[in-house]
């Protein structure tokens, strides 16, 4: 069985192109930001933007309120009582994910979570009305129907009417045990290698890493069970966790995010599923939801 | 348009379950690789193993020859002429690719090839035929047909009866400019991120990081367009690289491969694809072609 249907689908793919004007070049992802315009961006809600702070650099993770409230709630709290501060990056599991939080966490010595809940519901998916979903005409391995909404990348089921966050490269969760609803938002991750999708509605997705993916990305990998240091040495301290909201201003990060809901964000997937940068032989066709791009750009204070 | 059918993908891919055994618990990666035989496991050729040797450690590729002979003829001959020795990592793009090779290429004081031949055939593809492939059932976002052959991540097209090797995390590649055979093999990259699929069939793949990826993605991104290091200084420096074949027996590597055409490796796919740890709360029920692990381990010498 293959879930691709060659001229067909190709076919279906080329009558979904934004129709290009008269003599215009055909798009590339640099053309179409080139082109963009200050409407197509948008800055990220302060209360939904988080610092983490290592030594050796800033990590800024777009929360997603809405399709993890509880949880997002949760991480609010414990960044505005600093419970992440002086804690670590505990665990870098090569292709896969990297994880912080507190090493003790169920031991003796643990940090108790201050003023945010200590059980939540897990967050695994959300209903899928009211959500605009941008969807992907190729379709996914995965799940019925992929695309963007809200800034991020989403699955959809119509037929159950239910909508969740995607493990794209970036994407950020909380850790949790056993039970489906042991995640608390005191113990989270990031996706640092190929998308582990199988994790999709398995674990509450939180939001996703925005800029500074490399400060996580680049770390040495540990070598105990799941890539936990096995060293207390070895791991990398945070120096601090805010939300933007809780800074002053002037501390705040000036950042841009593409919105996905325009027409120059479709032009954007266009141009990332047929490929006109001259050093592609192929222009490929077809592009995989991981695959496009969700630019981020510095702006203008 | 949608890929994937819903409850008949999901119906079709049980009818594809290899049948457990009565009173059989359902496999596991773990117990699939627990259970496997001597004969699952395969030695890599040593004329087809590379060794890329790094101040943090070895890189060990292996090459195939099934798909991109002139290049990987040409691989063995810069290996054994020490053409790399001293040369550098000089390209760490996050979530794209490491690139190896010499920084000075094309300008004065470029090393020569020596023995290698200095223009290539593109090898993007090949004759599917007498090619055989593990097919998976879920097919593919990006070819008509995907799964596993000589143990690599392969596409298939059969219309026009062409295969060619998946870009997936770890695979190595040989750079090259414009024109599509414009690569030698002297300029060598491994993916370190999601799949880079887009890459398939516009670029040629030689091979696969088999062990060490980690001295390859976990090193520092560069800053420069690309990531390429701005630096000279900030270039990882290469010891050396040898073919195994090229050097005693005793200083080879002990490495196993599973093999990838046996029912041994179709239970481990059926492993990945309904997720029986207990962990998951949701056996998933679908796999793409790049979360399939390719395990090695290590040989009895």
Do not use: K
């Not at 798009?27 to 209360?47: F, G, I, K, M, Y």
């Not at 414990?78 to 990297?98: K, T």
């Amino acid at each position: 069985m293959s879930i691709r249907t060659g001229t067909l689908a190709v076919l279906a793919a080329l009558l979904a192109l934004p129709s290009a004007r008269a003599g215009e070049a055909p798009p590339t992802t640099a053309s179409v930001l080139e082109t963009s315009t200050a409407d197509d961006w948008r800055r990220p809600d302060p209360a939904d933007t988080l610092y983490l702070d290592l030594a050796g650099g800033r990590v800024v993770i777009e929360l997603a309120p809405g399709f993890a409230p509880a949880h997002v709630e949760n991480v609010r709290t414990l960044a505005r009582e600093g419970f992440w501060d002086g804690l670590s990056i505990n665990r870098v599991q090569d292709n896969y994910v990297a994880q912080w939080g507190d090493a003790a966490a169920g031991e003796a010595g643990a940090r108790g979570l201050g003023g945010a809940r200590t059980r939540l519901p897990a967050e695994f998916e959300r209903d899928a009305d009211g959500l605009h979903l941008a969807a992907l005409a190729e379709g996914d391995v995965y799940a019925p129907e992929v695309g963007w909404a809200e800034g991020f990348p989403v699955a959809r089921d119509p037929a159950r009417g239910r909508a969740w966050l995607a493990h794209c490269y970036g994407m950020v969760g909380a850790g949790r045990g056993m039970a489906a609803d042991s995640s608390t938002g005191a113990e989270l991750y990031a996706v640092i290698g190929h998308a582990p999708r199988h994790l999709d509605r398995n674990i509450t997705l939180v939001g996703r890493v925005i800029r500074g993916i490399e400060h996580l990305s680049a770390l040495p990998r540990g070598t105990g069970p799941l890539g936990f240091y096995t060293e207390a040495v070895q791991r990398v301290r945070i120096e601090r966790v805010r939300l933007a909201a809780d800074l002053p201003e002037d501390e705040r990060e000036a950042i841009e995010i593409l919105r996905t809901d325009t027409p120059t964000f479709r032009r954007l997937v266009e141009a990332r599923r047929n490929r006109h940068e001259d050093w592609f032989i192929d222009p490929v066709g077809r592009v995989e939801l991981c695959n496009v791009p969700l630019p981020v750009r510095e702006a203008a204070r």
